[in-house]
């Protein structure tokens, strides 16, 4: 356990900043409310959609440390250690069927798992890997000796389970079912003081809820929405062939082969390994059905970060296998091992291969890396199927006495795995910091004006959304959130703000002018007041107000939270009398194979052009005119197409596009 935590504390010191959006803003926000208020709050309001239990543990980095890239690295440690916790209840549950030494190995492998990088993120998945593993062993022992004290110690920790992560809910129908598979038509009998548990807690649930006036799907939190989706069997039932799938490329085929060989043997197995089997097998089979149904209505992807908390089962009964090899029937390894080898080659690895897998699928990204590095991404398939079959083929012909090999190869696999999906998370760390902050120092706006001060940050839409989030995340002193246009993505509290548009005066939705002392905001919402410091490069202003906000500059034409244009853009700026504009414009080579122009005109005439390569970044400098104390400036964009991606005959994007128009910056 230390040697994980020292490992996973050193390779989270590599990840730079967050990236998996908005879930880390949104913990980070529980953790920093919770150590200045023992409140759990979201952009200062109550929420009760997520669970408490991970923000209160990495809560006291944001206490200890008021630099945000302090307490950032304080929290990784925080995660690096707790996830290592895991090591203990998977020795636990190992040890109800294997001798000391083998549990131990099961423990080494439980910490040595891909998915323990997220050690590197602010994430839940930190809490719930041990939480769940906790809940599983308190489960094995219940059903090896269901008695009042077993029974309530694996309520507690399923308690503790969904305290954690609401998708612990899956331990519901698996406590239900599991006893059916040791006990048979006894089950009710020897297993009644859970089920009465059971009963009696759904009933106080459902008197809450209707007490309340919400509806017991409201247990589920920020998961309630997927309660109102429509589900159909056969697109649970291919995304759970799968997930499945998947899960077994994860694992390295031989966990998911001992599995099945000792659940092929159940009648032999000792009443401690029925019951591990039991528990292992009933759990793995709702959570990656719980998860598989999420993924068809909702996500479309493989949600591995969602079930790779099953794998030490499936690492110990491999152990187990190992253990037991010689009283095992050949026919048996053989279905199992064929079981396994097949399931690989149904996953469509060139549909999930993508940008998509980096935060929720990395066992696909040592593939992706394979792709890149020349065996095509076509070939991926037939990689998979043979190494799939070899591994097979060595599960059943490795004599017993080298039976340790096979754990061996085990970890070697999650080693050599480790290294590409480190590089893939290390790169969208940097990718995702520079998209919102390219200061020297991620929390500029605190150094600037002090984290006792407070700021308010407005979303245009006109710039990437990264450069809210990422300043929301490093800066303790942006506290409030306003959009001009559309909501920002994720869902999360902010103030609509509506211009004036003879005045520029900026009201909120009482009809109030709005008073801020400070203002982050990019440059297409140019406000009246003094800008006393910039991230130059991202076109982001920190303005000093001390008053009413006004806003002096307006950008029309371009789409809601993008900066893609269409065929025209204006620009318009109040209280000006002249200077120059300049603009960065951007081109795709995904659209355009052709350079495009753009023509900047002033009252009618032509001022500037530019002409903006596919691969190209261009300034275009426009002379500003006052007429009145008004500079108009209408760019023209030459080229505009439809993006012809399609997804299952549908495109998802049929805006005509022009160009990017990065950045608006005025010099008077």
């Known amino acids: 356990m230390a040697v994980s935590a020292a490992v996973r504390y050193l390779l989270g010191r590599a990840t730079v900043a967050p990236w998996i959006m908005v879930d880390e803003l949104i913990y980070s926000e529980l953790a920093k409310s919770f150590a200045d208020s023992g409140r759990f709050l979201v952009r200062g309001q109550e929420t009760g959609a997520y669970g408490f239990v991970y923000p209160l543990l990495v809560s006291p980095a944001w206490a200890l440390f008021r630099a945000v890239p302090d307490a950032y690295a304080a929290a990784k440690a925080i995660n690096a250690l707790v996830m290592s916790l895991a090591a203990v209840p998977a020795f636990l549950v190992a040890r109800r069927v294997l001798p000391c030494g083998l549990a131990l190995l099961a423990s080494a492998l439980s910490v040595s798992v891909p998915p323990m990088l997220y050690t590197g993120t602010i994430m839940t998945e930190n809490a ?9 062993w308190a489960m094995v022992a219940w059903l090896e000796r269901p008695s009042a004290r077993s029974t309530l110690v694996l309520a507690a920790a399923v308690l503790l389970a969904y305290l954690t992560r609401a998708q612990a809910i899956a331990f519901l129908p698996a ?8 006990a048979g038509r006894s089950a009710l009998r020897r297993y009644w003081l859970m089920y009465g548990l059971v009963a009696a807690s759904a009933l106080l649930v459902l008197a809450v809820q209707a007490a309340r006036g919400s509806s017991p799907a409201g247990i589920f939190g920020a998961y309630e929405v997927a309660s109102r989706a429509s589900y159909s069997a056969g697109q649970v039932s291919k995304w759970l062939l799968y997930h499945w799938a998947e899960l077994t490329v994860a694992l390295g085929v031989l966990p998911v082969a001992a599995f099945l060989a000792l659940a092929i043997g159940w009648r032999r197995r000792p009443s401690a390994e029925r019951a591990f089997l039991a528990a292992s097998g009933t759990l793995s089979f709702w959570l990656v059905l719980e998860v598989a149904a999420f993924a068809s209505a909702h996500s479309w992807r493989v949600e591995e970060r969602d079930m790779f908390y099953v794998a030490p ?23 199992a091992a064929a079981a396994a080898a097949a399931l690989p080659g149904f996953l469509p690895y060139r ?33 998979v199927v043979l190494s799939s079959l070899g591994a097979a083929a060595l599960f059943l012909a490795l004599p017993r006495r080298y039976g340790l090999l096979l754990p061996l190869l085990v970890l070697a696999y999650f080693a050599a795995s480790h290294k590409p999906i480190e590089g893939k998370w290390r790169q969208a760390a940097i990718l995702n910091l520079f998209a919102g902050i390219t200061k020297a120092h991620p929390d500029w706006v605190d150094r600037r004006i002090g984290v006792e001060s407070e700021a308010a940050v407005i979303w245009s839409g006109n710039t990437d959304r990264y450069a809210i989030w990422q300043n929301e995340f490093f800066n303790r002193s942006v506290r409030r959130f306003y959009y001009t246009g559309s909501p920002l993505a994720g869902d999360l509290p902010e ?6 548009r003879r005045t520029g005066l900026m009201r909120g939705p009482d009809g109030r002018a709005v008073v801020e002392d400070y203002v982050l905001a990019d440059g297409s919402v140019a406000l009246q007041g003094q800008v006393i410091d910039q991230d130059t490069r991202k076109g982001m202003l920190l ?3 001390q008053g ?14 993008d900066t893609w244009s269409g065929k025209t853009v204006a620009y318009t700026r109040r209280s000006c009398r002249g200077g120059q504009l300049a603009v960065e414009l951007q081109s795709d080579p995904a659209l355009f194979t052709q350079p495009n122009t753009v023509v900047a005109s002033v009252a009618g005439r032509e001022v500037a052009r530019v002409s903006v390569g596919p691969r190209e970044r261009r300034t275009l400098v426009v002379p500003l005119r006052a007429r009145g104390d008004v500079c108009h400036v209408r760019f023209t964009v030459g080229r505009t ?6 997804t299952r005959g549908v495109n998802p994007d049929p805006r005509r596009l022009g160009i990017h128009f990065n950045r608006f910056t005025y010099r008077p």
């Open 495 to 500: 103030t609509p703000l509506r211009v004036d």
């Open 128 to 136: 719930f890997y041990p939480a769940f593993l906790v809940a599983a």
């Open 313 to 335: 089962l499936f690492l110990v009964a491999l152990l187990v296998w190992v253990a037991r090899k010689r009283e095992e029937p050949l026919s048996g390894a053989v279905l």
């Open 548 to 561: 009413p906000l006004r806003q002096i500059s307006l950008v029309e034409g371009l789409y809601p939270q």
């Open 641 to 646: 197409r439809v993006p012809k991606v399609e």
């Open 175 to 182: 406590v239900l079912t599991a006893p059916f598979l040791l």
């Open 351 to 383: 549909e999930l291969i993508g940008l998509p897998a980096v935060s929720d699928t990395p066992a696909l990204l040592p593939l992706w890396s394979l792709a890149d590095a020349g065996l095509g991404l076509g070939n991926v398939r037939l990689l």
């Open 543 to 545: 303005y000093r107000v």
